[in-house]
């Protein structure tokens, strides 16, 4: 079998993307399930609470329609704080309602197939679980992030991969690229995953469960996102 370690990348892997500062993370907010009722209240509360660089709308159930209807107010409120907007898995949502990006499962398409649709500015994040292949794989496929996880339990999927933090040392010593967390992370658990070199963290839960609402969750996630 192949050692992941010894795969290798095309040679423009490390010249297409924009080096990271990784002096500091960054927290990256994913919706809940439903983002309807009170919600937009609830991310203005969280995104005015302290640095946030991306909001992901992950809707499940929904036709296109209802979605973009949803998306909307949401998109408005992170343009106006210079937050990215992400969609979670569709592309043609992404481009229909003018999303920063997709962040792209592995069963929802190729990241060259997202960049021809959303243009050379887009950012394409893939997901990959806890494979360093699927990781380079999704580089060279021109991805601006690769995500990781889940490193916790969640109750927001079902988990079926388990990476340990060391896979997050060995991506940022080696690559430009940035990488996320994900899975589970809490203000008291997601220290490990920034000292190990993650450059963002991508927080449900964590944040619209917080016994003290959103704002406080922010509040107190950027206690440990320094580096």
């Known amino acids: 079998m192949e050692d992941e370690d010894d795969l290798t990348l095309d040679p423009g892997f490390a010249t297409r993307f924009e080096p990271v500062d990784r002096g500091s993370c960054q927290l990256y907010l994913i919706s809940p399930p439903d983002v309807g009722g009170d919600f937009a209240e ?51 949502l992404a481009k229909r309602i003018g999303a920063d990006g997709v962040h792209l499962g592995q069963q929802d398409g190729d990241p060259r197939e997202a960049r021809a649709l959303l243009g050379p500015t887009a950012q394409i994040g893939v997901t990959c679980h806890d494979s360093r292949h699927l990781a380079m794989e999704a580089g060279d496929a021109g ?18 991969h388990r990476p340990e933090p060391s896979i ?31 450059d963002f963290l991508a927080v449900c839960g964590g944040v619209w469960n917080h016994p003290d609402g959103p704002a406080a969750a922010v509040r107190a996630f950027q206690g440990i996102l320094a580096r």
């Open 168 to 198: 997050l040392s060995w991506w940022s010593r080696l690559f430009e690229l940035p990488c996320v967390a994900i899975g589970g992370i809490t203000p008291d658990n997601g220290r490990v995953l920034v000292e190990a070199g993650a």
């Open 42 to 92: 609830r991310l203005k509360a969280a995104l005015d609470a302290g640095p946030v660089a991306a909001f992901q709308f992950r809707v499940k159930g929904v036709d296109q329609h209802e979605a973009a209807r949803l998306a909307e107010p949401l998109r408005a409120l992170c343009a106006e704080r210079d937050v990215a907007f992400v969609v979670n898995d569709d592309m043609s």
């Open 143 to 160: 991805a601006d992030y690769v995500a990781f996880g889940s490193f916790f339990p969640t109750s927001t999927k079902e988990v079926r």
